[in-house]
């Protein structure tokens, strides 16, 4: 299975910065990567796939880039609404796998 | 729009089974693969299986592999899944996901969640 690590796995930060994720794959994974965002006591939710494209109705403060081994997902200006889990997932092959996870919390 | 409704946790003895159902809604279901995806309590988010939309093809993680089940009822628009054999580490809130799918690559993501049913395994 390609295993998938991010970094870091919490990360402390306040409204108005910018913000960057990284998601490494075992192997390379082309441009097969989403990412998502999870709240506590909530279902994931699809910010980016394709490694760089917004999902509808996800605001333009996130961007994802990277294609291979090495993926970033950046809030260029961190809301308030912000503060959650964020996880990546490849989906190169049929078993698909998810990176541990970033909290972001509040400096 | 799209809803996906997970029921059929619980509480459950190791060695016990348990069968979920995901009630879909609001897109052709008949039309999509469907996922399961779980989340140990404090825990990351892990694959669990995925079928095919008529069923004919079925993905399991290895974790799973022989112990669960998953299956649909497209005249229900229902997905399932049978597990059985269950461990005090299957305990998790367990999703239902709509799957999207992606030309060119063997997996696909997820464009939709349920909100979760939430299985426990302890005696």
């Known amino acids: 299975d390609i295993q998938m690590t991010q970094s870091p796995s919490t990360l402390s930060a306040s409204v108005g910065d910018r913000v960057t994720i990284t998601c490494r794959a075992s192997?390379?994974?082309?441009?097969?990567l989403a990412w998502y965002q999870q709240k506590p006591g909530k279902a994931p939710k699809l910010l980016i796939y394709?490694?760089?494209s917004l999902e509808s109705g996800v605001p333009s403060r996130f961007s994802g880039s990277g294609s291979g081994t090495e993926f970033t997902l950046t809030i260029s200006s961190l809301q308030p609404d912000d503060f959650a889990t964020y996880y990546c997932?490849?989906?190169?092959?049929?078993?698909?796998?998810f990176g541990g996870g970033t909290k972001v919390e509040i400096k | 729009q799209v809803q996906l409704v997970e029921s059929g946790g619980g509480v459950v003895q190791p060695g016990g089974s348990l069968r979920l159902s995901c009630a879909a809604s609001?897109?052709?279901?008949?039309?999509?693969?469907m996922h399961w995806v779980r989340q140990a309590p404090g825990k990351g988010l892990e694959w669990v299986a995925f079928?095919?939309?008529?069923?004919?093809?079925?993905y399991y993680a290895d974790s799973v592999k022989g112990r669960f089940t998953i299956s649909r009822d497209n005249s229900k628009n229902t997905l399932y899944l049978q597990m059985n054999s269950l461990r005090a580490e299957d305990t998790a809130v367990y999703y239902c996901?709509?799957?999207?799918?992606?030309?060119?690559?063997?997996?696909?993501?997820?464009?939709?969640w349920g909100q979760g049913t939430l299985v426990t395994v302890s005696s």
């Open positions: 394709k490694a760089s």
């Open positions: 192997q390379s994974i082309s441009s097969w």
């Open positions: 996901a709509k799957d999207y799918p992606v030309a060119g690559t063997g997996g696909d993501y997820f464009d939709y």
């Open positions: 997932q490849q989906y190169n092959s049929y078993f698909l796998t």
């Open positions: 609001g897109f052709t279901f008949s039309s999509y693969g």
């Open positions: 079928i095919r939309y008529d069923g004919s093809n079925k």
